[in-house]
C-alpha cells in the first residue's frame, strides 16, 4: 500500500518565524489533505491538494504529484499554530486516508 | 451547515465490556469514516461506509464492527473490550468517498 511519510518529526520556532513541513508519498494520489490537530484531537482541515498551489491567510501547500511530494508552509508562525500536523492521502481503492506519522510544532513566544 | 458530530466525547469502560460510539455525518455527507488514534501506531483506518454498505475495513480484530443507517448516521462497537482499546476515535465525513474529508472530535476511549 501507500507509504507516507513526514518530516521533521518535530520542529521548535519562535514566534515570528517561517516554517516548511514535508510529506513524501511512494505511489501516485489523487486525495492530499493536510490537518492540523488541536490539543482536544479535533483534526482541521487545512487543504485539500493532490496536485498545485493554494494559499490560505499566512498558510500556503504545494503538491507536486509527479514527484510524489506535497509541502505545507506556515509564515509568521504564532503560539497558536502549535500542535501536530499531519498529511493524509486516499489509498488506491478511493476507501481510505493513509496518514504520516505527524509533525509535532511548538511556537514559543 | 453543523459539523459532523460524535457521541460520547469521553467513555471510561472496563475490560470485558463493549462499547458503542456514534457519529453524525455532515448534511449531504454519504461517506463515513472511521480511525483509530493511539501514541503508538498513530492514525488507523477502522471502516469505510458509503451509502449503508461496508467498502473496506481496516486490519483490526473482528471484535471491531460498524454499521451505518439510511440516514447516513454510523456507529461502530468494539466488543470484549482490552486495554490496548484505549485511543482517541474519530470520525470524518464526505460527500463523495474521494472528495474531502471532514473529522468530528473525536470519542476518547479509556478501558480500565
Known amino acids: 500500500g501507500i507509504q507516507v511519510e513526514q518530516s521533521p518529526p518535530d520542529l521548535i520556532l519562535q514566534e515570528g518565524a517561517n516554517s516548511t513541513l514535508r510529506c513524501n508519498f511512494s505511489?501516485?494520489?489523487?486525495?492530499l489533505q493536510w490537518f492540523h490537530q488541536n490539543p482536544w484531537g479535533q483534526l482541521i482541515n487545512l487543504f485539500y491538494?493532490?496536485?498545485g498551489t493554494k494559499q490560505n491567510g499566512r498558510l500556503s501547500a504545494t503538491t507536486v504529484a509527479t514527484e510524489r511530494y506535497s509541502l505545507l508552509y506556515i509564515s509568521s508562525s504564532q503560539t497558536t499554530d502549535s500542535g501536530v500536523y499531519f498529511c493524509a492521502v486516499l489509498n488506491q481503492a478511493g476507501t481510505a486516508l493513509i496518514f504520516g506519522k505527524g509533525t509535532t510544532l511548538s511556537v514559543s513566544s | 451547515k453543523a459539523g459532523v458530530t460524535q457521541t460520547p466525547r469521553y467513555l471510561i469502560k472496563t475490560r470485558g465490556q463493549q462499547v458503542t460510539l456514534s457519529c453524525s455525518p455532515i448534511?449531504?455527507?454519504?461517506?463515513v469514516s472511521w480511525y483509530q488514534q493511539t501514541p503508538g501506531q498513530g492514525l488507523q483506518f477502522l471502516f469505510e461506509?458509503?451509502?449503508?454498505?461496508?467498502?473496506n475495513k481496516g486490519n483490526f480484530p473482528g471484535r471491531f464492527s460498524g454499521r451505518q443507517f439510511s440516514n447516513s448516521r454510523s456507529e461502530m462497537n468494539v466488543s470484549t473490550l482490552e486495554l490496548g482499546d484505549s485511543a482517541l476515535y474519530l470520525c470524518a465525513s464526505s460527500f463523495l468517498p474521494d472528495s474531502t474529508q471532514y473529522f468530528g472530535p473525536g470519542t476518547r476511549l479509556t478501558v480500565l
Open positions: 505511489d501516485s494520489v489523487n486525495n
Open positions: 461506509y458509503f451509502s449503508e454498505t461496508q467498502r
Open positions: 491538494i493532490p496536485s
Open positions: 448534511s449531504g455527507h454519504r461517506s
